[in-house]
């Protein structure tokens, strides 16, 4: 026992002598990994911050991006700990997803500390929308119809049972009075776009999501949105009544950001953070956000390691309330 | 007449002569890549992308390379089913059936000529249908929810056990062990691990490129290894190249397949997560069924066999483009990698697409139509240079294929771990063809069972549990019927041919012995 | 009779694979099905389809001498360990190493195989390293 932990003492300390010795960090065929399809959030985070640090100029190679779906984000979080643990080039898409399912424990031994969370660049809202002919109006009458028999309303959501997707509609019901909202009619979809094709075509009643995946098919006129999940109405979109005025009191943010591997040296993450913060003073990167629907919110270092162990924390103690887990 | 004219806007932006140079490049780039087993369009348009940046290229004529790979690729990944009995991807296999019999009776030439056609006449009528039929079909694509899906893919299991082997009972195992290895990995529901017994490797699940080059290429070395050993030399046999061209009356009498093919590929194609393998099954299958009813020349190098899966599989890869850009829904793996491409640059697809960035939507078909034609035109006259293939004997041309499969995959995945996969894929191929299991359901129920199995669980969540919703609808009503006339039809009509066959064969008997 | 084999194996599996399904771990909150209920279906697809081989087994296949399954045998060892060593020892040399072995054991001529050996290795690196640019396996010469 004792020889092994000299054995990995030694090692570490070699480690950091390597990591030391190479000053200046610059990155080298950079890798960001989107744990998803192409098309859904982690994806635009990633597709985004290659665009901009090669754009920018902060990185010389241009990043490639690389799709890995799979357990809701598990696959590639289990492929960083275990297989990347000290590469220097890789980035990966992050989300409150990310720090939701860490505090739920669906990444199988998963802890905040596996992986070094970099930081957030934005947050948007989530929102629930129905289909443009759908019998509701407004939130109220979906949720008077919940109340009556929670199975009557099928939610499409992008991702696994029990994801942020999930926890959305589960707060608005017990905010409307239902007493077991585990008993809400959930249907998992791989990806946003799927869950909408399920609204699109009938299968289920609703869709939770976040508001950037449904704007392509608001403004198409196919889907109508009951209520955004953020503390006042979007700039952009005033018609748009929040969740909060119907007497819903739930704000539901999704943060964007990114982390990378936690044995990569501090030179790289360093670096990597620095990167993020010259690419969030850019305002052609502002400016796509707000495309996107998305407003700024920005935590670096110290501060995004006190941020994501708060957001688990509060996932936690609101899974446990909710009651899906013990 | 509007939507002509703004196809014809979309002629003026692809025609420079730069995009033709990069639609030619793209065309013999994809030829290559399909051809090689172990890399499929999906992977030849991913390793372009980068390419296209780093080269500073434009969304247009990066989309005209790019699509160009994709159709090319498809094009290419028929050559070695037809000469190696090979496929060069998934899609491909079902061009082995008859493709490779065809050869073998010393008509490669006629074949590759006539699969060039067919995938010609596929991709063609599907790239019509995408620009004339778009937003209805997205309707199409919406009539199928969970159930209706499910039922599809169990209609896909149920027609195959009829044409895969003389013994149902054994396609329906090969589906089994497909289905069963596709459960391996994170479940896509919950996240709850399946099957993996703590590796790693297995989180993803088993990739179906590792299956197929294990279970088509490895296995062809193995089983000729076998046979060299028993004696005959792998060289002893010099293939035939025969005429190229095949005969005007060949090609009339697969015409109405073209048609009934074309329209299966390209619905298979339109709806999400079926996509160019399904689309290129369903048409063998189906077309089968109704022109070969009593199983005879169907794998014995029937052309209307190597024409059915070769228009079915093109008119899917023209149709996979309709969810992709009106939905912003891949289809399909190559489908996933052309959306990534689109967001990258900048061009969300959509419902509102076709009126954002029409410029887009319409050089993008365009440039598919001048793939495809580029690629008729290259694709005849190689036909000559592809056959020569052929004269290298096989003893070293069957290392040679096989080993370039194994480095493709292992190119992309870095994974050694996949390389021994493989390996166990191909003893396993081996023993599989030797009990005459069929190997294709076993790829059918990789690449499928995933979506099977979660589009049932949808299915149930939505009707709380009532298996009814399985026969809710029409759609899935008809979709039943079909599966129960494909498993059965050919259970009866076997029986009743292998009746006749044993009468005529006591007839002959009876002949003789007088 | 080999049919009766290959199904009790087919059957032995199934029900190792039932039973590892029955251990699939159920998160706090699942959907209806689950996931364990399509494993389970299809172990009994695979039950029942071995079973069926056992019932009505085919006519034997014509398997092969000693001699043919050692070859088959011996060139699995050699693949497996190219598999196992390819990072180790480099692309170009153990590609054209395990190449030239399979050509040889096909028929070909032994000084002919080390040429067909080393023209795909180098035919390969060329293709998919230096021009698609994908990564190959490099080992201690860097390449």
């Known amino acids: ?326 | 007449m509007e939507t002509l004219s703004l196809l014809a806007g979309g002629f003026a932006l692809a025609f420079t002569a730069q995009n033709l140079m990069l639609a030619l490049i793209g065309c013999f780039i994809g030829t290559i890549v399909g051809a090689l087993p172990g890399l499929g369009p999906s992977n030849g348009v991913a390793i372009l992308i980068p390419i296209a940046f780093s080269l500073g290229l434009g969304p247009i004529p990066s989309l005209i390379l790019l699509c160009s790979v994709y159709y090319g690729a498809l094009y290419g990944s028929r050559i070695s089913a037809i000469l190696l009995n090979i496929p060069g991807d998934d899609a491909a296999m079902m061009t082995c059936l008859d493709g490779h019999p065809m050869a073998q009776k010393g008509m490669p030439g006629q074949a590759l000529t006539l699969s060039a056609i067919a995938s010609f006449v596929g991709a063609f009528i599907a790239t019509w249908g995408l620009v004339f039929l778009a937003p209805q079909l997205v309707k199409i694509a919406l009539l199928f929810g969970p159930a209706e899906y499910f039922v599809l893919y169990v209609m896909a299991f149920a027609t195959l056990g009829g044409i895969m082997s003389n013994n149902q009972g054994k396609a329906l195992f090969a589906v089994a062990v497909g289905l069963a290895i596709a459960m391996v990995g994170s479940d896509s529901q919950t996240g709850s691990q399946r099957f993996t017994f703590g590796q790693i490797y297995l989180f993803d699940g088993v990739s179906f490129l590792v299956a197929v080059v294990g279970l088509f290429a490895l296995s062809e070395v193995f089983y000729f290894l076998e046979k060299h050993h028993s004696g005959t030399r792998g060289d002893a046999k010099q293939m035939k190249i025969g005429k190229l061209m095949p005969k005007w009356s060949t090609i009339k009498s697969c015409i109405p397949t073209m048609g009934r093919t074309t329209v299966i590929g390209f619905i298979c194609g339109v709806l999400p997560g079926s996509g160019a393998t399904l689309g290129s099954f369903l048409s063998y299958s189906l077309e089968k069924a109704t022109v070969d009813r009593d199983g005879k020349s169907f794998g014995t190098g029937d052309p209307r066999g190597v024409v059915a899966p070769e228009v079915g599989n093109n008119a899917a890869a023209g149709g996979s483009l309709v969810p992709m850009l009106s939905l912003g829904i891949p289809g399909s793996g190559t489908t996933a990698i052309l959306l990534a491409l689109l967001l990258q640059l900048n061009i969300t697809p959509g419902p509102l697409l076709f009126s954002k960035n029409p410029d887009i939507v319409w050089s993008l078909i365009a440039s598919l139509f001048i793939a495809n034609v580029m690629l008729l035109v290259m694709n005849v006259p190689l036909v000559g240079i592809f056959t020569r293939v052929l004269l290298v004997p096989t003893r070293i041309m069957m290392p040679i294929v096989a080993m370039i499969s194994v480095v493709g995959v292992y190119s992309l995945s870095g994974s050694t771990v996949d390389v021994m996969t493989m390996v166990g894929f191909g003893l396993l191929g081996w023993l599989f063809r030797k009990l005459d299991v069929p190997i294709v359901p076993i790829i059918l129920g990789i690449l499928l069972g995933n979506e099977m199995e979660v589009n049932l669980r949808r299915a149930m969540t939505i009707s709380d549990g009532e298996w009814s919703i399985l026969v809710g609808s029409p759609l899935a009503i008809i979709l039943w019927a079909i599966a129960i006339t494909g498993f059965l039809l050919p259970v009866i009509l076997g029986r009743r041919v292998k009746k006749r066959m044993a009468a005529e064969l006591n007839e002959t008997n009876a002949a003789s012995d007088t | ?143």
């Open chain 3, 1 to 143: 009779m080999s049919d009766r084999i290959f199904g009790g194996v087919g059957l032995a599996l199934a029900i190792f694979y039932i039973w590892a399904a029955s251990t699939i771990k159920l998160t706090f909150m699942v959907d209806l099905v689950g996931p364990r209920t399509f494993p389970y279906i299809i172990g009994a697809g695979l039950a029942l389809t071995s079973v069926y081989m056992m019932i009505r087994p085919d006519d034997e296949p014509d398997w092969p001498s000693a001699g043919g399954v050692m070859e088959i045998l011996a060139a699995t060892v050699v693949m497996l360990l190219y598999g196992r060593f390819l990072p180790e020892v480099g692309f170009i040399v153990s590609t054209a190493l395990a190449t030239a072995y399979l050509t040889w054991r096909l028929g070909t001529l032994p000084q002919w195989s080390v040429v067909v050996g080393a023209s795909t290795s180098v035919g390969i690196y060329i293709v998919f390293h230096l021009i698609l640019g994908l990564s190959l396996a490099k080992g201690p010469l860097g390449f």
């Open chain 1, 1 to 326: 026992m004792n020889l092994t932990r000299i054995g990995a003492f030694a090692i570490a300390a070699s480690v950091a002598g390597v990591t030391t010795a190479s000053a200046e960090f610059k990155a080298e065929s950079p890798q960001c990994i989107a744990p998803s399809n192409p098309g859904g959030g982690w994806d635009f985070i990633c597709r985004t911050t290659a665009k901009y640090l090669f754009d920018l100029g902060v990185i010389e190679d241009s990043m490639q991006v690389t799709n890995m779906s799979g357990g809701g984000g598990g696959v590639a979080f289990a492929h960083v700990t275990q297989e990347r643990n000290e590469d220097n080039n890789l980035i990966v898409a992050a989300s409150m997803s990310t720090s939701a399912r860490i505090a739920q424990g669906i990444y199988e031994g998963a802890e905040q500390d596996d992986v070094h969370f970099l930081a957030t660049f934005g947050a948007e809202y989530g929102a629930i929308a129905v289909n443009a002919d759908s019998k509701y109006q407004t939130l109220n009458e979906m949720m008077d119809d919940i109340l009556a028999d929670p199975k009557s309303v099928g939610i499409a959501g992008g991702s696994s049972v029990g994801s942020f997707d999930h926890i959305k509609p589960m707060l608005l019901a017990r905010e409307a009075g239902l007493a077991d909202v585990t008993q809400m009619k959930y249907v998992s979809y791989s990806g946003g776009g799927e869950a909408m094709t399920g609204l699109l075509s009938g299968s289920v009643e609703a869709l939770s999501g976040d508001f950037s995946e449904m704007l392509g098919f608001l403004e198409s006129g196919d889907i109508r949105i009951l209520a955004i999940m953020g503390p006042e109405r979007l700039k952009n979109f005033p018609d748009i009544p929040t969740a909060k005025e119907q007497g819903y009191d739930v704000i539901g943010a999704n943060w964007r950001g990114l982390y990378m591997p936690a044995g990569a040296s501090d030179e790289a993450k360093a670096f990597w953070s620095n990167a993020i913060q010259t690419m969030v003073a850019d305002p052609g990167f502002q400016g796509t956000l707000e495309a996107a629907a998305m407003a700024p919110f920005n935590n670096f270092g110290d501060d995004m390691y006190n941020f994501v162990a708060g957001s688990i924390e509060d996932v936690t103690k609101l899974s446990k309330e909710i009651g899906i887990i013990e």
